[in-house]
């Protein structure tokens, strides 16, 4: 078979210039999602909230956030779009200076669902842009992409604690200089995507060293697990970054301030992992880091509950590094599972987990109500054991080209 030199000098290539510019942009997207979550003891308080209204500003977040991602995703695989980056940043960039200005409730809700559309443009054509960069080491090139975003949504929490919860809602508004950074970046990327469309057609073809023989039923019902998964991870993620902070306060009687440095302590964990997934995955195959990412985790989600202030913390480390590792293998698994279609796998599995997130935040939040913020995290700890699912995937196997 003859091969073109210059289509096989490309391909093994990971542009890494592209990959880490990916990645800050996306660690500054996910800075300002991150401060949503990070301002509720905030608004609660401003505006007389409950914990099920607190549910509902991140559910209105989310389902902006997961509802359109599928469907840009979709439309950019027959017709991309290299800018739409920069355009969709703007959206996010209008729905901080509201943020920062909201006067009551209501405007609140708008503002995070103008953030939320800002991310269901950026998360499905930067995952694709990350994925036209990766060459062959895929696992690797999610894992960089997605790793900027958890080290936003870690940093999130404390430039919270730092700059808004000392001055208050309107500080937010500095925040808006991070979006005017991620807009430069998105335009700068968004020539390079132009200019280089043409490896967007190699990535497609690198896909087929994928021999699945694998029926239509048993694509369909492996994506499908797949989810389910996917609703483990991010239910249990949601009782974390929406109420970790709540717990500790009630139970140990933290303050605010040290109970968004908790926070930000297991979204620096949720980063570490992220960057193991991808690797591990690209080495051992990514079956077996997603069983030991949902699966392996639910010993120390059972076991935190139980114990103290120090050993909650240490607990949270772990439960960040194993659960975060899944996402990156779930998702180059999915895209492997249906080659050519990158963008609409990409959409809806962060659209999904944005989706699952925020009906976590909202269901939670409405059970926090009824019964005792402990109480959720008791039934929560029981989430991870749906990983036995992860025993029906197939195994995909790797063939060389003819």
């Known amino acids: 078979m003859k091969v073109d030199n210059a289509t096989a000098a490309v391909q093994p290539k990971t542009i890494f210039p592209v990959l880490i510019a990916i990645s800050l942009s996306h660690l500054l997207n996910d800075t300002m999602q991150s401060l949503i979550p990070s301002i509720y003891p905030i608004v609660k308080n401003s505006f007389h909230l409950s914990f099920t209204q607190i549910g509902f500003i991140t559910l209105a977040f989310q389902l902006s956030a997961s509802l359109f991602q599928p469907l840009v995703g979709n439309f950019t695989d027959k017709k991309p779009q290299p800018f739409s980056l920069a355009a969709g940043m703007t959206f996010s960039l209008i729905g901080l200076v509201l943020l920062s200005k909201a006067p009551n409730y209501t405007l609140v809700l708008i503002a995070v ?126 009782s974390m970054s929406s109420y970790y902070t709540f717990y500790l306060i009630h139970k140990f009687h933290v303050s605010v301030q040290a109970s968004q440095i908790y926070l930000f302590i297991f979204l620096v964990a949720v980063a570490a992992g992220t960057i193991l997934g991808g690797p591990l995955g690209d080495r051992f195959g990514r079956k077996y880091v997603i069983w030991f990412s949902i699966l392996g985790v639910a010993p120390f989600t059972l076991l935190l509950p139980h114990v103290g202030l ?64 402990e109480y959720v995290y008791q039934l929560c700890a029981y989430l991870p054991l749906i990983g036995l699912l992860t025993a029906f995937l197939p195994n995909l196997k790797k063939t060389a080209h003819p």
């Open 310 to 373: 120090f050993f909650t913390c240490v607990l949270s480390i772990i439960i960040g590094i194993i659960i975060a590792s899944a996402f990156p293998a779930i998702l180059v698994y999915a895209q492997e599972l249906l080659p050519g279609k990158i963008g609409m796998v990409s959409g809806l599995f962060y659209g999904f987990a944005f989706g699952m997130g925020g009906l976590g935040s909202a269901v939670l939040g409405a059970l926090a109500d009824k019964t005792s913020i």
């Open 113 to 238: 669902s103008l953030i939320g559309i800002g991310s269901s443009v950026f998360h499905p054509e930067a995952s694709k842009l990350a994925y036209m960069a990766a060459g062959s080491r895929r696992g690797l090139a999610q894992s960089i992409f997605q790793v900027g975003g958890n080290a936003g949504s870690s940093i999130g929490p404390l430039l919270a604690a730092l700059i808004i919860e000392p001055y208050g809602q309107k500080n937010i508004l500095w925040f808006s200089l991070l979006a005017f950074t991620a807009i430069i970046i998105l335009t700068r990327l968004g020539f390079w995507y132009r200019n280089h469309l043409s490896l967007r057609k190699q990535s497609k073809k690198m896909i087929a060293e994928v021999r699945m023989h694998l029926s239509k039923a048993k694509i369909v019902s492996s994506v499908i697990i797949l989810l389910v998964l996917i609703f483990s991870k991010y239910f249990y993620l949601a």
